[in-house]
């Protein structure tokens, strides 16, 4: 497969190109299936594009290319004719490479905006799980008053009993 890092630009494919594209005039590539699938069929001369819809001409404008190509590929070939090819090859590769950049920026806002929604709602879980206790916590607090109250009351009764009855106890039998 090589190190190139092209990707197929069918949206739910994306994977890596391997040693052979599809490649068009519109600078997209495709994997040997999606290729094959697009641009294979004998019967139309003329192709939309499954990236841009763009119309290709098959005669001129895909190609089905050697990523591997033997280092000899351009011997022989006028200089011009050369760098013209470097410079339509480069284009292709910047234009690739810009796409992924996007596709990543995209990916990347998309997570990130995923991220605050989860951190927003835990937030909410949390905020409502304070109050929760809190309330809890206040009732809590109440009921203790109350009950601390019952006890002062039961307490107070409790010694005047004690002191009520505690004088005839301590009178002589
Ligand atoms: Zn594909
Ligand atoms: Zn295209």
Known sequence: MGDNPL????GQCRRPIGDRAWVTRCLHVFCSDH?????????????ACPACNEINVKETDVVHCDLNPHDMILFGLPPQKAIRMAVKSLKLWWYQMEQEREFGAARYEKLNKKISE??????????????????EIDGNNKY????KCIKHMFISIGDFLL??????????L
């Open 118 to 135: 989860v951190k927003s709602a835990y937030e909410r879980v949390l905020n409502q799980l304070e109050m929760k206790l809190q309330s």
């Open 144 to 147: 203790r008053h109350r009950h």
């Open 7 to 10: 990707l197929c630009n069918v």
């Open 35 to 47: 290729g094959m699938a697009h641009f294979g069929s004998e019967n139309a001369a003329q192709v």
């Open 163 to 172: 002191s009520f009855f505690g004088t005839f106890s301590v009178s002589p």
